[in-house]
């Protein structure tokens, strides 16, 4: 069985590959080159999916077993992976945010982690 520590150590094992994929795609189309972009969106695609299985990895370990009672701060970290996992889309589709998420995008990791800490619920 994969205990709690262990399914920490593979989330945030996840977010450093999330992060290092999302700041190569960026930079990459920023400056319209195709090299290296490949394997950037792979990495981000494996990541995204391996914060997912860890994240309920962990939320199994911490009790929450269902859907409900999911507190918020659990479905507030999913709509932060959601938007992680499409921003691919956007950075394809509109290169002028770049810049912006540039900041963007660690900024919402730091809200993830915030969330996890914190366990905010309102
Ligand atoms: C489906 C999405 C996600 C789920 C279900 C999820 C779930 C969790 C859970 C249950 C914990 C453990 C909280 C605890 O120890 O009490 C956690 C920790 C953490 N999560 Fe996520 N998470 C998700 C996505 C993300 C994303 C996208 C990021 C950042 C990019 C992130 C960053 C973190 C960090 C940094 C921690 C460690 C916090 C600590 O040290 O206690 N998570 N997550």
Known sequence: MISYAAYKLIHILGIMFLLLSLGAYLILSMNK?????KLAAITHGISVLIILVAGFGLLARLGYL????????????????????LII??????PE??????????ILGGLAAYFAIYKVSF
């Open 33 to 37: 080159s195709e090299k290296g972009k």
């Open 89 to 94: 889309i956007l950075i394809k589709r509109m």
């Open 66 to 85: 269902s859907v409900d009672p999911w507190p918020i701060w659990v479905w507030l970290k999913v709509i932060i992976w959601l938007i992680l996992t």
């Open 97 to 106: 945010l770049i810049p912006a998420l540039w900041f963007l995008i660690p």
